[in-house]
């Protein structure tokens, strides 16, 4: 058995993202009293590769005392899907405060366990003192990983751990149960600084109600089900460092709710608004399923931005991206890459009739 002491100086935070990276372990537990936005977005891309890798992660989150926030959940979500639970006692006196990591395979082999939240002050700037315990054959060790591993269960069986749905995180927002970072100042400027360029207008109040009749014939737009859009020069690169892929501001004003804009978006902790989300994603015939990807507004350059790496590093200028999104699931994409010349290609490229530039034409359909 090895311990460590984890402390400012060598942080939680380095240790948790240095064995997500590590390729030695399956599986990530986390049971954590406390989470917050700037916590994810500092372990984001571990926790993305680990995922994609065929890690699987699962949390129970404390609401007590609103501590946690509703981006925080949304985002955990992502990564651990039906594996994310909440924890809450409407006991006042009682409150849900482990720190608990938890790394291994078919049986936990690494336990991280101390003061540190899941947040950004906890893993990397504050003054925290954690254990880091790796296991071994020994009969203490195995002794220690029964406990550690009945704990967890334990967890999982009580009666105020319930499975979080998105439904279930909606009536938490509502209850002011968690906290909303959508209202922190400089993420709300941002937003608010968008929607005021949104394709809405401020009408002068009517002086007399219109008809019950008229006011029934009115439709409101549907959120169309696919978006589509030739790659530029930009989109592709085998060689960026940052897979990013731009899309057109105006393609956000146009139809916001495809995107999820602003409803689900959090304060990345730089102040612009982001989404984590998973796709599978079809090329050439393959699909690469579970693949996390990123979407932000970069307010400093004024882009709509998509992290995807499948299709940054296999796309070639010209191509087309078509994504699809599903209204019942709002965090989970369907992306393909349709290859110039192709059957569905030639389908698609007719109706790409708003133009950005020269290169980059893009539809809702």
Not at 193 to 208: G, V
Not at 311 to 340: A, C, M, V, Y
């Amino acid at each position: 058995m090895e311990l460590t002491l984890l402390t400012h100086e060598n942080t939680a935070g380095e240790e948790i993202a240095k064995n997500l990276r590590s390729g030695k372990y399956s599986d990530f537990k986390v049971a954590v009293a406390y989470s917050r936005n700037s916590g994810i977005s500092r372990i984001y891309n571990e926790l993305s590769d680990f995922a994609n890798n065929g890690g699987k992660t699962s949390v129970i989150a404390g609401i007590d005392q609103s501590n946690t926030s509703y981006q925080a959940l949304v985002n955990l979500k992502t990564f651990a899907k039906e594996n994310l639970f909440v924890h809450h006692d409407k006991n006042f006196d009682i409150t849900f405060h482990p720190k608990v990591y938890l790394f291994g395979n078919k049986e936990i082999e690494k336990i991280i366990v101390g003061s540190s939240n899941l947040t950004a002050g906890g893993f990397f700037l504050n003054y925290e003192a954690n254990i880091g315990v790796t296991l071994d054959s020994s009969k203490n060790s195995k002794d220690f990983q029964k406990q550690v591993s009945d704990y967890w269960d334990n967890l999982l069986q009580d009666e105020n751990t319930k499975k979080c749905e998105l439904t279930l995180l909606e009536k938490l927002l509502e209850s002011g149960s968690v906290i909303d970072e959508r209202k922190q100042k400089p993420f709300k400027d941002i937003i608010e600084k968008i929607s005021n360029d949104l394709p809405f207008k401020t009408k002068k109040k009517l002086k007399t109600l219109p008809p019950i009749v008229a006011a029934s014939a009115v439709t409101v737009p549907s959120v169309k089900a696919k978006f589509a859009m030739t790659l530029s020069g930009f989109d592709v690169s085998s060689k960026s460092q940052d897979p990013v892929i731009l899309i057109p501001v105006t393609a956000l004003k146009a139809m916001p709710l495809f995107w999820n804009f602003p409803i689900l978006y959090t304060d990345s902790g730089a102040g612009y608004p982001q989404l984590y989300a998973t796709a599978n994603i079809r090329i050439d015939g393959k699909l690469l399923r579970d693949q996390h990807i990123r979407i932000y507004y970069y307010d400093k350059k004024k882009e709509f931005r998509l992290q995807c790496e499948a299709i940054k590093r296999n796309g070639k200028q010209g191509d087309i991206i078509s994504i699809h999104k599903d209204p019942n699931k709002p965090l989970e994409f369907e992306i393909e890459l349709l290859r110039t010349g192709s059957t569905k290609f030639k389908a698609i490229e007719p109706i790409l009739t708003n133009k950005v530039s020269t290169q980059k034409f893009f539809t809702y359909y």
